[in-house]
């Protein structure tokens, strides 16, 4: 993937870990997210640097963001070096809802020409993602049929989404996502030369959980 990103076969053994937060960040990250009973969703643009730190006083989580930005983007530089900074969002506090969203893929609208295209995640101290484990059109029908549940969050003849992620959870079809790792998927749009990492958030209990997320994708050059 260094020389060239789109190999798919590389593609089914992601995603990796490319990095950790230091004691110290994520225990700073979680306990300004843990002072919000909603949560807080932010777009980086260029209106959020100005915002943030050209004309007023960076928050918590906007300076860890900046320096999450700029060590992700070094690691890249160095992983995968024809990629290039295509958007980023963030959110943190208090997430409530009861159940995920359906199992979904990060794609590029901006550029429907695109292939799979690098993306950065983290979840901080809680609510790990899950993800689809391997080669996921090797899967047989079955399978597929409860992929499908998750994704559209409906029946199939093989049960309801509820017991089918606890089920694809305990056969590892579905896989976790460790917390307070920048963990390197695939984001972009469908290609026989891609894999694009099929994932679904992991449900909180009720009453809720805070976490951070943070999320930044990458366009190839």
């Given at each position: 993937?260094?020389?060239?990103?789109?190999?798919?076969?590389?593609?089914?053994?992601?995603?990796?870990?490319?990095?950790?937060?230091?004691?110290?960040?994520?225990?700073?990250?979680?306990?300004?997210?843990?002072?919000?009973?909603?949560?807080?969703?932010?777009?980086?643009?260029d209106s959020w640097f100005l915002e943030k730190f050209a004309s007023g006083t960076p928050d918590t989580m906007a300076n860890y963001v900046r320096l999450y930005n700029d060590d992700v983007d070094e690691m890249m530089g160095v992983l995968?070096?024809?990629?290039?900074?295509?958007?980023?969002?963030?959110?943190?506090?208090?997430?409530?809802?009861?159940?995920?969203?359906?199992?979904?893929?990060?794609?590029?609208?901006?550029?429907?020409?695109?292939?799979?295209?690098?993306?950065?995640?983290?979840?901080?101290?809680?609510?790990?993602?899950?993800?689809?484990?391997?080669?996921?059109?090797?899967?047989?029908?079955?399978?597929?049929?409860?992929?499908?549940?998750?994704?559209?969050?409906?029946?199939?003849?093989?049960?309801?989404?509820?017991?089918?992620?606890?089920?694809?959870?305990?056969?590892?079809?579905?896989?976790?996502?460790?917390?307070?790792?920048?963990?390197?998927?695939?984001?972009?749009?469908?290609?026989?030369?891609?894999?694009?990492?099929?994932?679904?958030?992991?449900?909180?209990?009720?009453?809720?959980?805070?976490?951070?997320?943070?999320?930044?994708?990458?366009?190839?050059?």
């Amino acid at each position: 993937m260094h020389a060239n990103f789109n190999d798919r076969e590389a593609h089914t053994h992601l995603p990796i870990p490319i990095a950790r937060f230091r004691e110290a960040a994520r225990k700073t990250i979680y306990e300004h997210a843990k002072q919000f009973n909603d949560v807080k969703t932010v777009y980086v643009n260029d209106s959020w640097f100005l915002e943030k730190f050209a004309s007023g006083t960076p928050d918590t989580m906007a300076n860890y963001v900046r320096l999450y930005n700029d060590d992700v983007d070094e690691m890249m530089g160095v992983l995968v070096p024809s990629a290039r900074y295509r958007k980023e969002h963030y959110a943190y506090g208090k997430f409530t809802a009861p159940e995920p969203h359906g199992l979904h893929t990060d794609h590029s609208a901006e550029d429907p020409d695109s292939a799979g295209e690098p993306i950065c995640i983290a979840r901080i101290e809680t609510l790990g993602t899950h993800y689809v484990a391997g080669d996921y059109k090797a899967y047989d029908s079955k399978t597929q049929s409860m992929l499908k549940a998750l994704r559209y969050w409906i029946a199939v003849p093989e049960g309801e989404p509820e017991t089918i992620l606890d089920e694809l959870l305990k056969r590892e079809t579905l896989k976790t996502i460790p917390i307070n790792r920048v963990m390197l998927m695939v984001a972009g749009n469908s290609s026989e030369n891609a894999q694009i990492t099929q994932h679904i958030a992991a449900r909180p209990p009720d009453g809720g959980l805070h976490s951070a997320f943070f999320q930044r994708q990458y366009k190839l050059t």
